[in-house]
Nanobody, 122 residues
Framework: VQLQACGGGLVQVGGSLRLSCAAS????????MGWYRQAPGKQRELVAA???????NYADSVKGRFTISRDTAKNTVYLQMNSLKPEDTAVYYC?????????????????WGQGTLVTVSS
């Protein structure tokens, strides 16, 4: 299974960006999906997550500005980021809990996307 993230870029303060991340492969089911970010010199942190049933949770710092959503049929998760601030500058990573379906059974595992850089200029 591979996660391909895209949508990062350079934006001015107050602007918007939409990140997307698609899971591809064979014989798998995507469960919870999420977005994390890592700013220079800081630890990676959870930004937002969405369950297979559509329940969401957000970091306090992005509540009211970011919206996570998913297209289950496309195995894709999105992050709509509005009212961007300089402190949102980071590499954003998508993450997915995946069930691999094999003839002998299923395997629960977790995957990371390659990261996409978001830079908010003031």
């Amino acid at each position: 299974v591979q996660l391909q993230a895209c949508g990062g870029g350079l934006v001015q303060v107050g602007g918007s960006l939409r990140l997307s991340c698609a899971a591809s492969g064979s014989t798998f089911r995507v469960n919870a999906m999420g977005w994390y970010r890592q700013a220079p010199g800081k630890q990676r942190e959870l930004v937002a997550a969405i369950s297979s049933g559509g329940s969401t949770n957000y970091a306090d710092s992005v509540k009211g500005r970011f919206t996570i959503s998913r297209d289950t049929a496309k195995n894709t998760v999105y992050l709509q980021m509005n009212s961007l601030k300089p402190e949102d500058t980071a590499v954003y990573y998508c993450n997915a809990d995946v069930t691999i379906v094999q003839p002998i059974g299923t395997i629960q595992t977790n995957y990371w996307g390659q990261g996409t850089l978001v830079t908010v200029s003031s």
